[in-house]
């Protein structure tokens, strides 16, 4: 069963000049380096989906199944990116390694996400494409993966085809849970429900594996990192929340739809958190704020962060409240 408000906490407000207009109530879970509970707010071992916050073990395990991906590619992968220019015409070079094309894609078209981006596709007189969407370099490293063991690709999102099969065990290997529960994302791709817990533990230890470890999946975790913080234009895109944090704080960030958010800070410490209402606009900032809270980052790091993304709250043009953290 998910979470439900009994088992939740208070996690962010919005304010309009001083008056909390609204608030959003969830579940968060920090761990410490060492993977100890250090703090948990809400029941977090309550099933949920973590939708895009699920793409570092779904990257990684095309990574363990022989998917020739590195640099921006490989931080592609796992990217819930704008839809700009170069985010396609990278998504495009995966595709064209392995001998395909965007017909190849099983995820629906869509428009970029980055205002500017989507002006200029318009003045072109372009339309909406499943390079666009922000998955699309999910699935074109998926396709990859098929090609390069042989697998079929017109039915590689069939949650019995060899490659799901795969993803499905490095995530269990990874979350420390059996995924008994399987459900069809935005993109089409299968997302598996699992605890909170489980997901910060799975990201900890992709966060914190190193290229030196004498483990194939940890050597590949840490090469997934480093991707992601030396691009980090890849994850989302220039001046957006995830791509902020990461070149900000040297932290590495995901975002899910429907309210998740996976941070791990340079010294191994994560935050997991799922707001129960589905909204994505406080999550950056309430994961931030544990963060600083149990002190693996500064105040005036964080505080700096949060200036830089979008929780300003406007009335008749003009700034008169905010989304901030309630933790």
Known sequence: MPATPPASVELAVVERNGFIESRHYGVAV????????????????????????MKPLQALACLSAGADLADERLALAMASHCGTERHVETARGILQSAGLTEDDLGCPAAWPSDTAARDELVRDHGSPSPLRINCS?????????????GWSTADYLDPQHPLQVHIREVLERLVGERMTTTAIDGCGAPVYAMSLIGLARAIQRIATSSERS???LHRSAGTLVRAVKEHPWTIDGPGRPDTVVIE?????SKMGAEGVQVMTAPDGTTVALKMLDGSNRAGHAVALR???????LTPAAVADTLALLPLTVSGGGHEVGGIRSAV
């Open 214 to 216: 004498p483990f194939a």
């Open 290 to 296: 544990l963060l600083e809270r149990v002190g693996s």
């Open 30 to 53: 920090v761990l410490a380096p060492d993977g100890s509970e250090k703090l948990t707010l809400g029941e977090a071992t309550a099933a949920f989906l973590p939708r895009s916050s």
């Open 137 to 149: 370099g999910k699935h074109a490293a998926m396709l990859l993966t098929c090609v390069a063991n």
């Open 248 to 252: 900000r704080l040297g932290v590495f």
